[in-house]
Structure formats: C-alpha cells, structure tokens
C-alpha cells in the first residue's frame, strides 16, 4: 500500500547510529513529539570508531539555536585551544587566533543517545535496517556513512562518483593533551610522512598518520600486523609524543575517498552526512558536515508545504556549501600529497603554504588571527613593512613590473579585419590606468585564417602594426610603469565561429574560410573537418607567427606571450586528443613539442634580447587520455629550456566534451606543480577574484603573478582600489594625476542586517 507523503513525515526511519543520523533523529522528534522515530545501528551503542570530533562555531551556534540541551551537554565536554603548531626540520612555528572546539567521539555520542531516549527516538543497536523502510516509512534518512548500502541499492539514482586518493592515513590517540592542533613533518628513509594531532580531552589526542601509498609500502606498513607499524609510528614521532605510545581502536590502515553523489533523494530516501558526501579531515571533521545536513534537513521539513519540496529544498542549500567544502578538502588533501615539494621553501613560508593550503584561511584573516606571525612570513618573503605581497616587484628578463597583477588575455570579439581600434584603446588603455603591473592583450592572430571569429585583432599587416603601437603609446605615456604584452596565437581547428555573444565556438553560417590543424579531427560534429598541415604548411605558419613578432616588437610592446593553450593551433599539436600525426610532429610528446617549439625558436630568434617571451600552455584537458599533470610539467620545462621566461598555466578548452572533475576554478594547483618541479615563473589563472587570494598565492610561493580576467571585466581600476582597500599607498601603485583625489577608500556603512533562520524552537 502506498503511504501518503507529507513534509510533516510521521514515520521517520533513520539508518545510521553516527552523529549526523542521531541528531538528525533528535531534531525531528523534537520538532514534533508526534513522530515517530526510529534509528537502526548494526553496532553496539559503546562502539566507535576514530577517537575526537572537531566543531566549528558556525556549527556549535546552529546546535545552539536547535537544541540548546545537546549544546549544553556537548559544552561541558569540550577541550578548546588557539593555536597551530607547524614543526618542520625540528623548527616548530606557532600560529594563534584559530579557535578550536573539540570532544570525544564516544561521549559525543552518548550525549546524543541520551537526547534520543530523553524525546522518546525508538533506538535499534546491533539491528540491520529491514530493506522495506520506504514503503513502511515516511522518509527513511540514510545516515550509514562511506561505505552506505542505501545508496549503493539506488545508485542508478544517485549516481555517485567516489575517487580514491593517493595517502594512506590511521586514525589512533596518545593518553596526553596537545596544547595546540600540532603538524608534524618527518623526512624518513622511505619517504615523508606526516602528524596530525589535536587534544579531544583533558587527558588525550587525536593522532593521525599519513604518507603516500609509495612510502607507505616502502616502510613496511602494508604488513598484515598493525600494531607493529602502530609502534614504529610512535618512534618515528617520539619528539611530538613526548615517548608515549600511542592507542587504537580497532584501526586501520586506508585511503581516503571523495564521495560525490549527482542526486541526493530519491522518493522518499535521502542521503545525509558520509553517505551524501565526505570531505579530507585535515579541513575539518566529516561530523561537522553531517550535524550541518541534519539542522538543515530538519528546517526544510518544518518550512516547505510537502516531502518532495523539503527535500528539494535541503539539497539546494546544502549542496553548494558542501560543494565548497570539498573543493577546499580536495586542495588540501593534495597539499599533503605533494607535500614533498614543499619542504625545501623557507620555513615561515612553508608554515604559511600549509596554513593557506585550501584558501579557507587567506592572509588577510591570518593577518587578522596573528598578525605578528604573517609580518615574520612577510619578512622572510621580503616585503617592505607594510606591503602587501602583490605590491612587490618581479623581474623577467629586462622587464620589472611594479606589481604582482596582471589583466588577463581577453578576447573581445571587437575589430574590423584583424584592425584594433577606439575599443581596443579604451579596453587596455583603461585597464593600464587601472594600476596593474601588466595588462595582456588579446590572442592576437598571425594571418586571416588563424582568426577565431571575424571580430579577432591580428597582426599579420603593417596597419594593425601601427595601430597597436597607438595603443601602446598610450599604456606608455598616460600608466607609466605598466608593462603591455602581447599574445600571439593560431586558431587552427577552432577558427570560422561566430563572435562569442552570438554562440561561442559555434561555426559561422556562411563566409567560413577553411581551419587548418595537426590531425583531420573537426573540434565537435558541426564543425569544420581541418585540412591536415603539409610541412611547406608549417613553414609558412611558423614565418607567419615570426613576422608577426617582429611588427609586434616594432609597436613596443615590452612583452610577447605564444598561445600554445585552449585547443587552439599549437595547443593542438600538444595534446595527444588532437595530435594523431605519424610523422616527426606526432606520437611521443617530444614529436608532438616539436613545432610549438620551433615557432617558439623562430620568435625569440627576433623578439629583443632584452625583452621577455611567455608561454600559456592547458596543464590538464580535462578528458581522459588528453595532456596530464606529469607531461604539462614537461613541456614547460622544454619552453623554459628554450628560453621561456614564465609560463602562464591555464587548463582545458582543448576539446569540445571535456568534463572538469573539479572544475576551472581547480587550476592553481597546476601552476603551482609546475613552479615547484621545474623552477620556472608561473602566471596563476582561474578562480583568483580577490586581492586577498593574490596575497595568499604569492605568499605562499604557489605562483609568482596572478592572472586576472573577469574581476577586470568589471572594475577596470581593480588593481588600484586592492591597495585602497589594503589601505596601501607605496610602490608597486600608482594612481594616475587625473584620478588621485579617488585614492581614498570611500566610507560605507551596512544598514542591511542580516534576517534569522527560521528558529527549530525555542
């Protein structure tokens, strides 16, 4: 028999004894005494595992608002401390101001049990949840962790995606408190390894261990006995533990998963905490997710009309929170996984990259939290007292810019036969005035054919020549000491469409000329088939692409960038998705460098001695088979042997069904690979909107300039009001004459307070 399905839910069947399944069993029979509630839990009450459970006060502020009794329960028991220890190469640097609030896992639970039992939540332990629960039920919550079963049995729905990762850690406890959440790095003879450590009671700690699976097996810990590897991971962190040994509980050696789930209802079931979705520990606890998904998910029952619309309503506000949250896991969990690369940087650095490792601390709130900590990282980096690290100067070649910043390469679909005009002087000229140390030009193309849309800028004849040098006079005479570059590109394949507003990479409906590339692949079904370049062919290319350069060094731009990136020509020879040539430009990646580098060659054979050339390479495809991690850390280190005096790391757009596993706003870490393992200057691109993320990365030495598109697409001045807003009036900005009297931050006042969540009682 079909039940009648209301948001009010007076069945409620919760599969899962953990916190997120417990609290959430608590809220509803709480919100409505009513209900009847039931939780099955195939262990035993007392059983746990894991050790100590660390909550925010976001989080703690919600359980206070919902349930002030579990929030008081929960606040007796908590241990709190403010500090970060970071010990690295036996020197241990401290950060304050964090704020930390932690307790048992196995009192928190009991605590949650009481509750359960004090509203009258029917308690099932060592039961299997009967598999009928949604026809017997209202809403059946499927709170049963990684590992869930209810999702595993409606996975066609669902739809999950879980990725193992490369670390294997153990969770374990030492019979002492730590005074602060301490990370310790030891450089062992099988590899690094690293502590995660943090106090969860008077009288004990979270300990957990982690390395990659290479040094994990090099060291023996693949081993069937765990407690052997238990104790020699005790030795190996002697000086953190004091001597102490240190406890399991039932622990064991894993590798963390990234659970993602496409859906996360089905009917009347919905996934809640681990089951939904899991974040790496070293941001966070997984509890604190599943508490949230439960005061969520309880306020979605009390407000919408119906099931169906609840539980809308709970993936809607959850799933973009819990979106960011794994975005940020997943770049610190990669952080520790590349954490080798760090360890030779200078050690306030290495403290500061670790603490600003997932961008949820920046350096603006770290300066906030401990300033006296992030003036010594400043100092070391080499800041002026009181500059911010984007207002430092950086050298390339003959060409100091004044500033970190640089506006990004924007195509603006705007000229008339390649021909820049009154736009182009405006768009750059604006932007130049605008103080940052570079701003790049569009991709401007070598000849009619390599044009992407009939509004491209070339140049590829001596009136585009001279037009440009206009624009760079400009840049030249009204922003003294902002550099303008140009960047030099070949559509290949991905030439004929329509200007972008009208349908981008969309063909054009007529007047198409024909496209040219390494391989006969057409970029998607309606376009063009690309005629395969002949030798002779290549030749022409690359003389083409040279005498672009010369006209280019004739406008005085101070700095020239080759587009090898985004699927176009060179970019095409690259990747291995677009280049299926059998001859000396195809198959290994050494053939397949081999043009992009001779035209490479060719340019800087005539572009001044003294002035700057870059490369802007996709460091990933984003499809499977396409460029990797490894091989875009090759052709930079192939450019830079060249001459390439910076790489400019973008991902992607190389072929028309690509499927970012994290998105574009993942490209940061590309650059930061590259910089690190091959030692070259890297331009970091993507998902970098604020001053704050600029001072972070650079800080932090994961990139050396920031590329910046869109933010300048909407504040033309952005780079000047950064150092207003940082209060910052020294080198590296200069606000022109005209526009000095709006150098000071105006003062602005909030009068929109922000409304209340609807309260779960009072």
Excluded at 39 to 58: H, K, Y
Excluded at 389 to 417: I, K
Excluded at 433 to 439: R, Y
Excluded at 640 to 661: K, L, N, R
Aim: proline content about 7%; glycine content about 8%; overall charge negative.
């Amino acid at each position: 028999m079909e039940r009648t399905v209301t948001a009010a839910a007076p069945r409620v069947a919760v599969i899962g004894g953990g916190p997120g399944g417990l609290y959430a069993a608590a809220l509803l029979k709480r919100l409505d005494p009513h209900r009847e509630v039931t939780v099955w839990e195939r262990n035993a009450p007392d059983d746990t595992f894991g050790f100590g459970v660390v909550l925010s006060d976001e989080t703690l502020g919600g359980i206070e608002h919902a349930d002030r009794a579990v929030y008081e329960a929960m606040q007796a028991e908590f241990v709190r401390w403010d500090d970060i220890d970071i010990v690295h190469r036996g020197v241990r640097h401290t950060s304050g101001g964090h704020g930390f609030a932690a307790l048992g896992r196995k009192r928190l639970l009991e605590i949650l049990h009481d509750r359960c039992r004090t509203l009258g939540v029917d308690l099932r332990f060592r039961t299997e949840a009967p598999p009928d629960l949604d026809r017997t039920h209202d809403l059946v919550i499927a709170a049963d962790g990684v590992n869930s079963t209810t999702r595993d049995a409606h996975q066609h729905v669902f739809r999950p995606h879980v990725a193992t990762h490369h670390c294997r850690y153990i969770w374990l406890a030492a019979d002492f408190p730590f005074d602060s959440f301490r990370i310790e790095i030891a450089e062992t003879e099988h590899g690094v390894m690293q502590l995660h450590g943090y106090p969860y009671a008077p009288d004990a700690s979270t300990v957990i261990v982690e390395m990659r699976e290479e040094v994990w097996r090099a060291a023996g810990f693949a081993e069937p006995d765990v407690s052997e590897s238990i104790d020699r991971c005790a030795k190996i962190f002697a000086d953190a533990l004091h001597g102490r040994p240190l406890r399991s509980n039932k622990s064991t050696w894993t590798s963390f998963r990234t659970v993602v789930n496409e859906h996360w209802s089905h009917g009347n079931v919905v996934l809640l905490g681990d089951a939904a979705h899991t974040a790496h520990f070293s941001i966070g606890s997984g509890t604190k997710l599943a508490v949230e998904d439960a005061l969520a998910l309880a306020a979605c029952l009390e407000e919408q009309p119906s099931l169906p619309d609840a539980l809308a309503a709970y993936e809607e506000e959850r799933r973009p929170v819990v979106a960011s949250t794994q975005r940020a896991a997943r770049a610190s969990l990669e952080w520790f996984e590349n954490l080798g690369r760090y360890l030779d940087q200078p050690p306030r650095q290495f403290a500061f990259n670790l603490l600003t490792r997932s961008r949820r601390v920046t350096h603006d709130n770290l300066r906030l939290r401990d300033a006296r900590f992030t003036e010594s990282v400043e100092r070391e980096f080499g800041c002026p007292a009181g500059t911010p690290p984007m207002f430092t100067p950086f050298r390339l070649r003959g060409l100091t810019l004044r500033n970190r910043v640089v506006v990004s390469p924007m195509d603006m679909y705007s000229a008339t036969d390649g021909l820049p005009g009154d736009f182009h002087l405006v768009h750059l000229g604006a932007r130049a005035l605008g103080g940052a140390g570079l701003v790049m030009t569009e991709m401007v193309c070598v000849s009619p054919e390599g044009r992407i849309t009939p509004g491209c800028t070339g140049l590829y004849n001596g009136g585009q020549g001279e037009a440009w040098k206009r624009i760079t006079d400009f840049v030249h005479l009204r922003a003294p000491g902002t550099a303008i570059g140009v960047q030099l590109g070949h559509s290949g394949r991905k030439g004929s469409t329509k200007l972008m507003w009208e349908g981008i990479d969309e063909p054009l409906p007529d007047g198409n000329w024909p496209v040219v590339a390494p391989s006969p692949l057409p970029y998607g079904p309606a376009h063009q088939t690309p005629r395969e370049l002949t030798r002779a062919e290549l030749a022409d290319i690359r003389e083409q692409f040279t005498a672009a350069a010369r006209r280019a060094a004739r406008a005085d731009f101070d700095l020239l960038e080759l587009h090898c990136a985004h699927g176009y020509l060179l970019s095409s020879f690259l990747s291995p998705l677009t280049n299926r040539r059998t001859d000396a430009y195809g198959g290994p990646l050494a053939n397949r460098l081999r043009f992009p580098l001779e035209v490479f060659d060719a340019i800087r054979g005539v572009w001044p001695e003294e002035r700057p050339m870059t490369v802007r390479v996709s460091a990933t495809d984003w499809a499977d088979g396409g460029t990797s991690a490894e091989d875009a850390v090759e052709i930079a280190r192939a450019f830079a042997a060249h001459g390439a005096d910076a790489i400019d790391v973008s991902t992607g757009q190389v072929v028309a069904d690509e499927e970012p596993e994290y998105g574009r706003s993942y490209q940061t870490p590309y650059a930061d690979r590259i910089r690190h393992e091959t030692g070259v200057p890297v331009i970091a691109v993507g998902a970098i909107s604020s001053w704050d993320d600029v001072n972070s990365l650079i800080l932090a030495g994961r990139t050396d300039l920031c590329a910046l598109a869109r933010p300048h697409l909407y504040d033309p001045n952005w780079t000047l009001h950064a150092a207003a807003e940082q209060g910052y009036a020294g080198p590296g900005v200069v606000w022109p004459d005209p526009y000095r009297a709006g150098s000071r931050r105006p003062q602005t006042g909030r009068t929109d307070a922000p409304k209340p969540r609807l309260s779960l009682g009072s």
